[in-house]
Antibody
Framework: QVQLQESGPGLVKPSETLSLTCDVSGYSISSGYYWGWIRQPPGKGLEWIAS???????YYNPSLNSRVTISVDTSKNQFSLELSSVTAADTAVYYC????????????WGQGTLVTVSS | QSALIQPASVSGSPGQSITISCTGTSSDVGGYNYVSWYQQHPGKAPKLMIY???NRPSGVSHRFSGSKSGNTASLTISGLQAEDEADYYCSSYTTITPHVFGTGTKVTVL
């Protein structure tokens, strides 16, 4: 059974960089699939942030592109997200998920982690 | 890329059928058969319910079905049950980005 688990600081100061990691178990990232990050501000809808392939190929949401970096570490079977210059608008629950390659849907999700941007 | 448009809320009585719409453009919903639907209960992660317009993953109830006509996709829940009360989101591939989500629909079982 594929399982994903997000980890990272729950509180980030404005203008700093938000960093999250998603640990994957039950499946080797090196075997394929894209891996993505999605966020959900409190009481609001879902927003796709970025996706990465095990080879390092990436896709970014154009609205966040300039502030986002997604990367993969196959040796640790994990992938990561960095979002720079955060503001209160970046406060959200951040989910990591597996993306079915070439079919564009998320089949496994992590439980999500709340990140609050506040001084 | 703008969010796909969904009704804010839909309600129905137990046993009834309801349909949630997801309206986009020819650059997303209308142009590709890569529409998926997700169910989200409060405080929980989204769960895949439908992929590629009308396919159900293993383990998802047959009461959930998907379809598409033109630029609008739909999720139908038949035989509505109390456990179906949740938020539902559609998602589609687009010519600009691989994913855009809908605005979300709150389903209430009366």
């Amino acid at each position: 059974q594929v399982q994903l688990q997000e980890s990272g600081p729950g509180l980030v100061k404005p203008s700093e960089t938000l960093s999250l990691t998603c640990d994957v178990s039950g499946y080797s990232i090196s075997s394929g699939y894209y891996w993505g990050w999605i966020r959900q501000p409190p009481g609001k809808g879902l927003e796709w942030i970025a996706s990465v392939y095990h080879s390092g190929s990436t896709y970014y949401n154009p609205s966040l592109n300039s502030r986002v970096t997604i990367s993969v570490d196959t040796s640790k079977n994990q992938f990561s997200l960095e979002l720079s210059s955060v503001t209160a608008a970046d406060t959200a629950v951040y989910y990591c998920a597996r993306v079915v390659t070439g079919r564009y849907y998320f089949d496994y999700w992590g439980q999500g982690t709340l990140v609050t941007v506040s001084s | 890329q703008s969010a796909l448009i969904q009704p804010a809320s839909v309600s129905g009585s137990p046993g009834q059928s309801i349909t949630i719409s997801c309206t986009g453009t020819s650059s997303d919903v209308g142009g590709y058969n890569y529409v998926s639907w997700y169910q989200q209960h409060p405080g929980k992660a989204p769960k895949l319910m439908i992929y590629e317009v009308s396919n159900r993953p293993s383990g998802v109830s047959h009461r959930f079905s998907g379809s598409k006509s033109g630029n609008t996709a739909s999720l139908t829940i038949s035989g509505l049950q109390a456990e179906d009360e949740a938020d539902y989101y559609c998602s589609s591939y687009t010519t600009i980005t691989p994913h855009v989500f809908g605005t979300g629909t709150k389903v209430t079982v009366l």
